[in-house]
């Protein structure tokens, strides 16, 4: 038998061995939103940072489908010869409730935060879109951090954008 895991995000969730696959899921737009709080005036007080880890219940279904999914692909004939045996979440978890058990317990990210300084014209925002922050003189801010919703790459080519952006508005600014 070959091991298998559904991996969500924890890269510990390897097979034991060289002996095995990893079939890997997970929202890269996910819709939950965490929150960075000041918590004192001391500026070298840590913030208080709560990830909001899918506390939207459209990640956690997106999450569930996922491993349903993912259990239809290996119950599929190609993989017959390999009699793969799932190590997580495990065969035993069948039940949604079960299944949601599991992905709450083992899920993480993908190390690619953003949206802490929100651009935009709402009320939400803390960036203006020329990179100002709203109610601070000649503060700006250019990195992941002004991108309202994470991207579905890697962040580096957003915010090598934005921070050439900011270049310019800056020199333009002098």
Same mark, same amino acid.
């Given at each position: 038998?070959?091991?298998?895991?559904?991996?969500?995000?924890?890269?510990?969730?390897?097979?034991?061995?060289?002996?095995?696959?990893?079939?890997?899921?997970?929202?890269?737009?996910?819709?939950?939103?965490?929150?960075?709080?000041?918590?004192?005036?001391?500026?070298?007080?840590?913030?208080?940072?709560?990830?909001?880890?899918?506390?939207?219940?459209?990640?956690?279904?997106?999450?569930?489908a996922c491993i349903r999914e993912?259990?239809?692909?290996?119950? !599929?004939?190609?993989? =017959?010869?390999? +009699? %793969?045996?799932?190590?997580?979440? /495990?065969?035993?978890?069948? &039940?949604?409730? *079960?299944?949601?058990?599991?992905?709450?317990?083992?899920?993480?990210?993908?190390?690619?935060?953003?949206?802490?300084?929100?651009?935009? !014209?709402?009320?939400? =925002?803390?960036? +203006? %879109?020329?990179?100002?922050?709203? /109610?601070?003189?000649?503060? &700006?801010?250019? *990195?992941?951090?002004?991108?309202?919703?994470?991207?579905?790459?890697?962040?580096?080519?957003?915010?090598?954008?934005?921070?050439?952006?900011?270049?310019?508005?800056?020199?333009?600014?002098?």
């Open positions: 038998m070959i091991p298998y895991y559904i991996s969500l995000g924890a890269p510990e969730m390897r097979p034991p061995d060289r002996h095995g696959f990893t079939i890997s899921g997970f929202p890269t737009r996910p819709r939950s939103r965490g929150r960075v709080s000041i918590v004192s005036d001391n500026p070298l007080d840590r913030p208080l940072i709560d990830p909001g880890y899918l506390s939207d219940p459209a990640d956690v279904d997106l999450m569930l993912a259990r239809k692909v290996v119950s !599929q004939p190609a993989f =017959a010869e390999l +009699a %793969p045996r799932e190590i997580s979440p /495990g065969p035993d978890r069948i &039940s949604d409730e *079960d299944i949601i058990a599991d992905i709450r317990e083992v899920s993480s990210t993908s190390w690619h935060p953003v949206g802490s300084c929100s651009m935009g !014209q709402d009320d939400g =925002a803390v960036v +203006a %879109p020329d990179l100002r922050v709203h /109610g601070i003189e000649g503060l &700006s801010i250019a *990195d992941a951090s002004v991108m309202p919703r994470m991207n579905t790459g890697h962040p580096s080519a957003p915010v090598i954008m934005i921070a050439e952006k900011a270049a310019d508005l800056i020199a333009a600014r002098a």
